[in-house]
Nanobody, 123 residues
Framework: QVDLVESGGGLVQAGDSLSLSCTNF????????MAWFRQAPGKEREFVAA????????FYGDSVQGRVTISRDNTKNTVYLHMDSLKSEDTAVYYC????????????????WGQGTQVTVSS
């Protein structure tokens, strides 16, 4: 079964904006911390952003700080990632993750993962 389904990836130009969404079809979304990670070819998986379930606190990776916003809608079981001022180095497969462990910046804190959506930024 697929717990998380991402959408919204695509090909954009440098400087453009793009929004991703991730819907949780199985887990109890309201008590899950949600996060986005990304992985570029030949590189390690990188933390992008996270939002906690308890008070919707947000956390961002250094490479995207100030350019991305994570949000969640518990009525739709959906988490969003809005990215502005995209750069070629943002090109990667973006993965949605759900979990209840801490710290929220570590991939090991998440037990469910989506299949990923490709974001390609052309310069």
């Amino acid at each position: 079964q697929v717990d998380l389904v991402e959408s919204g990836g695509g090909l954009v130009q440098a400087g453009d904006s793009l929004s991703l969404s991730c819907t949780n079809f199985v887990r109890l979304f309201a008590i899950d911390n949600m996060a986005w990670f990304r992985q570029a070819p030949g590189k390690e998986r990188e933390f992008v952003a996270a939002i906690t379930w308890r008070d919707s606190s947000t956390f961002y990776g250094d490479s995207v700080q100030g350019r991305v916003t994570i949000s969640r809608d518990n009525t739709k079981n959906t988490v969003y990632l809005h990215m502005d001022s995209l750069k070629s180095e943002d090109t990667a497969v973006y993965y949605c993750a759900a979990g209840r462990a801490f710290p929220v910046t570590l991939s090991s804190s998440y037990s469910s993962w989506g299949q990923g959506t490709q974001v390609t930024v052309s310069s």
